[in-house]
């Protein structure tokens, strides 16, 4: 009989220091124990990356993106050796893996490499020999055998590509928080753990500032169908699973999350030309920065308003493609750093309306002013004063029952 | 033309922090601008192998030995992309390179590994482009592909196997000392540095307690012909060069030294049969203990005394293995932590005589008693009391003139 394989990814605060460590072999130990055949891909350590990070900046106020993955891959390096070596005091036989010897192939591009194959032969190798496999994450080995690391999230990237790869039965992801709440914990009191989340709506809250788990490795467990579970480490409880809608009951509403992390700028007086519009976000997409909500009101007298969001730290590189744009005019720039998002997301939406409209009005009841709106298949959202945002996100959360259980869709 | 080409290796002390790496980089983008083909091979920075090493030990008593490898090997990694960001800073271009990015091969035997061989060629490659390449000493890639570390002094290793390999026309080693001395000027302070030693007084030297460098570094540079310079990155001068004898006037005395970390052992009445000492040093080389100097009494009524000395820190090792020895009786083991070695060295010693008894008489006028005599074709060596030893060095110092400059043999 084989055994189920569970790919588990720790986190950089599961990994803080040598107790930590220990503590999180202890838990693999007993899923050994269990059964189960366990590949564990882990962060650097607490503030390792940090600590390279600074040191780079002593030396080189830009360093070279080829020497900064070669620095920065140590990190991992060290907490898969450590964790190896608590794992055989624990009497578990395990073997530490870097990206290049998991066989994790990325393309050339440093700082930001995308996985292009994994060859897990030999992970699959030690598996067979009922071995534990410690993967360093956020790394690979790119072309020219060079360490090259996958950028933000990455540690969740490899864990989940691995999973994909070894066609493991789970993918959990360890991390300080016990899973997918319907709202902030800390905003909204009576806000419940959800035992599962489509991998659509996890998109929407993951793209919408929840910091649960990054869109990237969620697009990527939806595409190879990887189930992925959202728990602590700290505790011994199951957390919220990732998985397809079929196998759960659609509910209109699955949770509601603020963005605090986002700015508006508004353009006012832009000459009302074909092709403005593009000129002005392939501006801002060429500066690197993502755009999310745009408004653009109504055309007077050959003259409109446009608005869009971003992120809050990306208001500076905003101001400096405004200024050297061509091809769009306009009469001011202003700038609103004090805005929140507050997002509704279910599944449920799909096939239901009325929520776009039992959103307003609850927000109308608050007196909050609604400055702009967006909404996808599955999501509403409206951009508000950042001060009202906990208010509303409370109110919400009370009008859609979300303390009750999932409404039935 | 073909430029020069220089290996220079950096150890811990000469790249401790970042500021070091700062004057690393700057000496040797001096190098660059004259003209000149670097390879750089660097060890961890400061106490990084130490903090890895107290780390390990609070998750194992004991880690495993390819996972010691796999944590250890990340101090050099460390250092390396630095020192290359640090290079770039100065407009130099620079590349880094793990020991497996450098072609070193070893064989399968963690934390004491061999080099098996080198394949130069991305190395090669890249000193074609004029770019410095920056090697992590002490570790190279094993048969499984995984890092294997090469034990005490191995940063020397690899940069005189790294010069061997590239036919370089200099290994460069920089330490905290400026060269090698006709003695410790902090014992002698009339020492005198060398401009010049023969590979075989070097090897000497090593084994005789001096720190400059290993002997298994220098037995490689001698095996393949690589001229060795010892010298400070403090400062921007000469030390002292290593090559062959041919190239320099055959000295009698080159230098004395002191090796106070040596012990003697003594067992007393051992039954004097044949085969007795064969049994008694197998046993204790396979406790993995170097015994040093010998001496046998003459055997007096079928029993005989034994003395040998081992290092200080192996008399543990030395009394477990006394316990269980079969086939070797004796009365009574007797250990002295306190002699020391002091010896002279010198190529000219091969063709004359002398050189032992003008020894003895000088230690005699000093009323210091010699406990045991050892010597080779170069070397002479006495063990006496370690409180004494200093004067005794100073005083052979002076009888053989070496503050004067080297004596014609």
Chains 1, 2 share one sequence.
């Not at 940090?50 to 030396?59: G, N, P, T």
């Not at 060859?119 to 055998?145: H, S, T, W, Y």
């Not at 939806?222 to 998985?243: C, Q, R, Y």
């Not at 509910?251 to 508004?266: E, P, S, Y």
């Amino acid at each position: 009989m084989t055994k189920p394989l569970f790919v588990q990814k720790y986190g950089g605060s599961s990994v803080a220091d040598t107790d930590c460590l220990r503590r999180v072999a202890s838990r693999v130990a007993s899923d050994v124990r269990d059964g189960r055949n366990v590949v564990v891909v882990v962060s650097a350590m607490g503030k390792t990356t940090d600590r390279l990070i600074a040191m780079a900046r002593e030396v080189h106020a830009n360093p070279n993106d080829r020497e900064y993955d070669q620095l920065l891959s140590t990190g991992e390096q060290i907490t898969i050796s450590l964790l190896s070596m608590a794992l055989h005091h624990q009497g578990i036989d395990a073997v530490s893996m870097t990206g290049a010897q998991a066989g994790i192939r990325t393309d050339a591009s440093h700082t930001k490499a995308k996985i292009i194959a994994i060859d897990p032969k030999r992970v699959q190798e030690n598996l067979d020999r009922d071995r534990v496999v410690i993967v360093a994450g956020f790394q690979g080995v790119n072309p020219d055998m060079d360490v090259a690391t996958l950028g933000r999230g990455g540690s969740d990237l490899t864990a989940v590509a691995m999973a994909a790869a070894l066609k493991a039965d789970r993918c959990q992801i360890f991390t300080d928080v016990d899973g997918v709440y319907t709202a902030d914990p800390r905003v909204v009191p009576n806000a419940r753990k959800l035992d599962v989340i489509t991998f659509d709506e996890m998109l929407e809250f993951a793209s919408m500032g929840a910091k649960v788990l990054q869109s990237r490795s969620v697009e990527f467990a939806k595409k190879f169908g990887v189930e992925l579970e959202v728990l602590t480490s700290f505790e011994t409880k199951p957390g919220t699973l990732v998985n397809e809608a079929e196998q759960m009951e659609d509910v209109l509403v699955r949770g509601v999350t603020a963005d605090k992390n986002q700015a508006k700028v508004t353009l006012r007086g832009v000459d009302d030309t074909p092709g403005v519009a593009a000129r002005l976000f392939t501006a801002v997409a060429e500066a690197g920065v993502n755009v999310d909500v745009i408004v653009q009101n109504i055309s007077l007298e050959g003259h409109t308003d446009i608005s869009f969001t971003v992120p809050r730290e990306d208001v500076d590189k905003v101001q400096i493609c405004l200024k050297k744009i061509e091809g769009v005019n306009f009469r001011e720039e202003l700038y609103d750093g004090s805005i929140a998002k507050v997002s509704l997301v279910g599944v449920g939406m799909r096939s239901h309306t009325g929520v776009a409209s039992k959103v307003f009005s609850t927000l109308a009841d608050l007196k909050v002013n609604i400055q702009m709106i967006s909404t996808s298949e599955i999501r509403v959202s409206v951009v508000i004063d950042e001060k009202l945002a906990d208010e509303a996100t409370r109110a919400l959360h009370a009008a859609f029952d979300l303390d009750q259980g999932p409404e039935p869709a």
